[in-house]
């Protein structure tokens, strides 16, 4: 069966320090992999997303992933941590089309 | 493009009571998904229309719900005799078609607590 991993439950940071969420997959044909954001008590917000091309993509809110093949992962990085960044962040693939398949989702606290 | 919208947001019922959510997907996609998340987990995916056509069920989705989607706009989740087990944050998505590169936008979900 499909599935997705995030093997990190929580993650603390400080305010200006690098993040790196981490993402595994198991899946055999091209995949279709995305990133969100879930604020308290709001739905899902799409921070970018890999269907083919370049590996390395560019996101919203400053964020960035890198789709990496051999090690079936797509882990989503940011440079510098704004408080405003603390939320909950779900890895997803796409099954062609129909159902996304979420991970168990990275709770991230930001430190002051 | 005004978002998904999805009512109530929160809805508080006893055990054994029905319960019904709507959502409205942003216009003119024409494809229509319910997910549901459990506290600490991610979404799980729970069914999905093409217009008005239901294509696919998950085996969460018990003979106690049905989704529906009648002319291919809003869509309707019933619950019929709630258990504790149902409370969740149930939420919609649409998309605009299919294939896989084809991004579903979410929903703020409706939070359901069965007492």
């Known amino acids: 069966a499909q599935s997705v991993t995030q093997p990190d439950i929580h993650i603390t940071v400080s305010e200006g320090a690098s993040l790196e969420l981490r993402c595994n997959y198991s899946?055999?044909?091209?995949?279709?992999l995305f990133w969100y954001v879930q604020s308290p008590g709001q739905g899902l917000q799409l921070l970018l997303k890999?269907?083919?091309?370049?590996?390395l993509v560019q996101g919203i809110k400053g964020f960035e992933a890198e789709f990496k093949r051999s090690q079936s992962s797509f882990n989503l990085r940011k440079p510098s941590v704004h408080w405003s960044d603390a939320a909950e962040y779900f890895c997803?693939?796409?099954?062609?089309?129909?159902?996304?398949?979420f991970g168990g989702g990275t709770r991230l606290m930001v430190k002051p | 493009d005004t978002g998904v919208s999805q009512n109530p947001r929160h809805k508080i019922t006893k055990r054994g009571q029905n319960v019904t959510f709507r959502c409205d997907p942003i216009?003119?996609?024409?494809?229509l998904y319910w997910y549901r998340q459990t506290l600490g987990q991610g979404p799980e995916f729970l069914t999905y229309f093409q217009n008005e056509a239901q294509l696919e069920k998950s085996r969460l989705l018990s003979d106690r719900f049905s989704a529906e989607r009648p002319k291919g706009s809003f869509s309707t989740l019933e619950i019929q005799r709630t258990e504790q087990g149902d409370s969740a944050m149930y939420l919609c998505?649409?998309?605009?078609?299919?294939?896989?590169?084809?991004?579903?936008?979410f929903g703020a979900g409706t939070r359901l607590s069965v007492l």
């Open positions: 997803a693939h796409n099954n062609a089309g129909n159902m996304l398949t």
């Open positions: 998505a649409s998309s605009r078609g299919a294939g896989g590169e084809n991004i579903q936008y």
């Open positions: 216009s003119e996609h024409n494809r």
């Open positions: 890999y269907f083919s091309g370049d590996t």
């Open positions: 899946y055999g044909a091209t995949p279709y």
